[in-house]
């Protein structure tokens, strides 16, 4: 087990690696450099030959990377072009708002998935099955960002109920205990109502298929066939033995719920790393691309490598295999 | 494919593809003319779903901010939103299937290079690559394509691939060999068109999700760029008249919706009668 989460990490090290490294090529590839963007249009050819000389995008391009990459290793990312803070400081205060709406959503997305699921299975083949099949591909297909404006139609411009922008209101400031929880609760509900919507959707329409597989298991006709009642055999027998390969997409749809992140953070002000990186994308501020892209990466990477070792604590074969071959 | 349109999903998918395709190129007939005609804004901006302009002009969708056909847009956007899907799949399919074919036939250090490298790209955020490519170039329709296609090929690879060793240890392919056709021409014609199965799947799934990343991209400003209508454009352009005018976001989001539900339900049935247990999509 060790062994395995040694190798991942090394794995994902090198991925992490791999990302930045790709992301500081391709800037240096693409047309345009921060030079001209620090001093915008009117910059003489001089100008620029000299501010390129100050940011050091005149020496050889592995030097450039090798230096980029022993400061970032120290934790020096950088100033933003755009809003002259450090990198890290914005990734910094960026990171903990994405985890916490990502994490939410993952757990109510599994949660709700798995018993809607399970009502399926439980109904194979019924009118049932099919309405809430219909209604689960229904979920995956919506757009996020759409679907993000559409309960912020309803439910912050028509019902006016709930805010729809930021993780807190003006006076937050002046809000203690339970007001400035509620006000909190208020903010996230939208965001996580829609990304947590899609995910009930992607975990029911897998959730299942693992189900149906198990319920084939000869120990699941046995345990039937011994006159044992439908919910106790889908708890006991069926959600149980389902739930390894639902372990292992856990990890899986990590990366997806995290995308989907990207662009809720954009409809709703979210201030994560999604709503960072689109900014800085926009105005190619260079500095901030690289520390977003290099913190994505990160949690990405991090995800996978929990569900790898939660699939490993579930699954006793799992890990009996991982030792086996180690 | 008879298999699958036995399947209620492969028949409602299906029926939900061809309606947005046949909206999509049949557009010039079914609406009025080109969606980027800017008449008298003021009189004929915000005109409601069902209702005529002071024109008499009848508009089946409403018009937006710019009184621009909204039932017009959705029908040409719709030629981006699915001409972007569909060559973004087959890029992919072409590259996974190249990449996929080489590292399950090739043996040794080749094999393992390309293997490796579906490894590391698959593990790769795409968002978070898709928004760094789009934004360093000027983005359009053809780089959305193009970036969409060059990282969601992996998932091809890997599925080609594993189809093509198994395929390949087969008692045909032997014969195969011994007959003595040469190496590539087993390969094409006898392990390939077996090894394509599961990738027809992942396409039909795929078209679904690329769509969706297109209509992110743009709804972002940095997909495809008005004043070419995208759905994923005309969202965004309807983002700040959610009150006064809600139509103008709503109806593209409403196609999306469609299209996407078709291609899943038809990469299901697909997937169900090919009898294969494979859930990956591109």
């Known amino acids: 087990m060790l062994r395995m989460i040694a190798h991942r990490v090394l794995a994902g090290f090198a991925v992490v690696a791999g990302v930045v490294t790709l992301t500081f090529l391709l800037l240096h590839a693409a047309p345009g450099d921060p030079a001209e963007q620090l001093l915008g249009p009117t910059a003489t050819a001089e100008q620029l030959a000299a501010g390129r000389h100050a940011l050091g995008l005149d020496r050889p391009l592995a030097v450039q990377y090798l230096s980029w990459l022993s400061r970032f290793g120290r934790g020096d990312w950088g100033t933003s072009l755009a809003t002259g803070r450090p990198a890290s400081a914005m990734l910094g205060r960026a990171w903990p708002a994405t985890a916490r709406l990502v994490l939410v959503s993952l757990v109510l997305s599994y949660g709700l998935g798995l018993v809607v699921a399970a009502v399926q299975a439980a109904r194979h083949r019924s009118k049932l099955d099919t309405t809430l099949s219909i209604a689960s591909v229904t979920l995956v297909a919506l757009p996020g960002f759409w679907l993000g404006l559409m309960l912020v139609a309803v439910f912050t411009y028509l019902l006016r109920v709930l805010p729809a922008f930021g993780v807190a209101g003006y006076d937050v400031d002046e809000l203690h205990g339970w007001a400035r929880l509620v006000d909190a609760l208020r903010h996230l509900a939208l965001p996580l109502a829609t990304l947590t919507l899609i995910g009930i959707g992607a975990a029911a329409r897998f959730a299942r298929g693992a189900m149906l597989d198990a319920i084939e298991q000869p120990f699941v006709v046995a345990a039937r066939a011994k006159g044992l009642a439908t919910p106790r055999l889908m708890r006991h027998h069926v959600l149980r033995h389902a739930l390894i390969p639902i372990v292992t997409l856990l990890g899986l749809s990590l990366p997806a719920l995290f995308s989907g992140a990207v662009f809720i953070e954009a409809v709703f002000a979210w201030p994560g790393v999604g709503r960072v990186l689109v900014e800085a994308v926009q105005a190619r501020d260079y500095p901030v691309v690289m520390a977003a892209t290099a913190v994505s990466a990160t949690l990405v990477v991090v995800g996978n490598l929990a569900a790898d070792v939660v699939a490993g604590l579930v699954d006793p074969r799992v890990r009996a295999r991982e030792e086996a071959s180690a | ?282």
Not at chain 2, 17 to 41: E, M, R
Not at chain 2, 124 to 131: F, N
């Open chain 2, 1 to 282: 494919m008879t298999a699958a349109l036995r399947d209620w999903r492969g028949r409602a998918g299906l029926l939900l593809v061809l309606l947005a395709l046949v909206a999509a190129i049949a557009a010039p007939l079914l609406t009025g003319g080109d969606p980027g005609t800017l008449g008298d804004v003021v009189a004929t901006r915000f005109v409601p779903p069902f209702a005529r302009d002071v024109h008499g002009v009848f508009h089946l969708l409403g018009t937006d901010r710019l009184g621009r056909d909204v039932w017009t847009r959705l029908a040409y956007g719709g030629r981006i939103s699915l001409a972007v899907g569909f060559l973004s799949v087959l890029l992919s399919v072409v590259l996974g299937t190249t990449i996929g074919a080489a590292a399950g036939w090739w043996r040794g250090w080749p094999a393992a290079v390309l293997s490796g490298f579906t490894d590391f790209a698959l593990a790769l955020p795409r968002v978070v690559l898709l928004l760094l490519l789009v934004a360093l170039w000027r983005p359009n329709a053809a780089l959305v394509v193009l970036l969409l296609g060059a990282t969601g090929w992996m998932p091809v690879a890997r599925l080609v691939q594993a189809e093509v060793r198994a395929h390949a240890a087969r008692p045909f392919v032997e014969g195969a060999h011994s007959v003595g056709a040469r190496s590539r021409r087993v390969l094409w014609r006898h392990v390939l068109p077996n090894a394509l199965t599961p990738v027809i799947v992942a396409a039909a799934l795929g078209v679904g999700n690329a769509i969706l990343l297109e209509a992110g991209l743009s709804y972002l400003g940095l997909g495809v760029q008005p004043p070419t209508p995208s759905w994923g454009n005309m969202i965004a352009s309807g983002r700040d008249t959610l009150v006064n005018a809600p139509w103008v976001a709503t109806a593209p989001g409403v196609m999306l919706v469609v299209v996407v539900v078709g291609c899943t339900l038809l990469g299901d049935a697909l997937r169900d009668a090919m009898g294969g247990r494979s859930t990956a999509a591109l």
